[in-house]
């Protein structure tokens, strides 16, 4: 981290439906980035996570609550530890990655209605947490991405 001035976190639990990798990652994180002087933190989490659930359409609640409720309750966890620190997070909330192309063309806000089951491609949600190491206007804040 030394010498750069924000970190993107695009981290993901692979294969493993028990793994712990969110948590242990931002435990570590955090205090390297203290240690280093940067503050600012673009940290990819998952719709779903969290107060996004409440969102969430009921074929999305039910894979959540059952096929990713390990995986999303360790997200939740290390969603928390950033919100609690004294960085500059910004939560970038995806619905379902694809390995689609880039189209520039998708939604993001705090809260966004959801029917079935909203994809968006990993380029896309890659180009907007690049464009927010240069732009506060989600500086700790919570942003649902999706087409």
């Known amino acids: 981290m030394a010498g750069h001035d924000a970190v993107l976190s695009a981290l993901g639990a692979g294969n493993s439906l028990r793994s712990e990798i969110a ?3 931002v435990a570590a994180l955090v205090p390297a980035m203290r240690a280093r002087g940067i503050k600012r933190v673009i940290y990819l989490s998952a719709f779903g996570v969290g107060e996004t ?4 359409s009921l074929v999305q609640r039910l894979a959540y609550r059952t096929l990713l409720r390990r995986i999303f309750a360790d997200k939740a966890k290390a969603d928390s530890m950033l919100r609690q620190s004294d960085l500059d997070w910004t939560l970038v909330y995806p619905t379902v ?3 689609g192309v880039r189209t520039g063309k998708y939604r993001v806000g705090e809260r966004l209605a959801m029917t079935g ?3 968006i491609s990993r380029a896309d ?3 907007f947490m690049l464009a927010q190491v240069s732009s506060a206007e989600w500086l700790r804040r919570t942003a649902v991405i999706s087409y």
């Open 117 to 119: 089951m909203p994809r």
């Open 23 to 25: 948590s242990r990652a």
């Open 53 to 56: 659930l409440e969102q969430a």
């Open 125 to 127: 949600v890659a180009s």
């Open 97 to 99: 990655l694809t390995n």
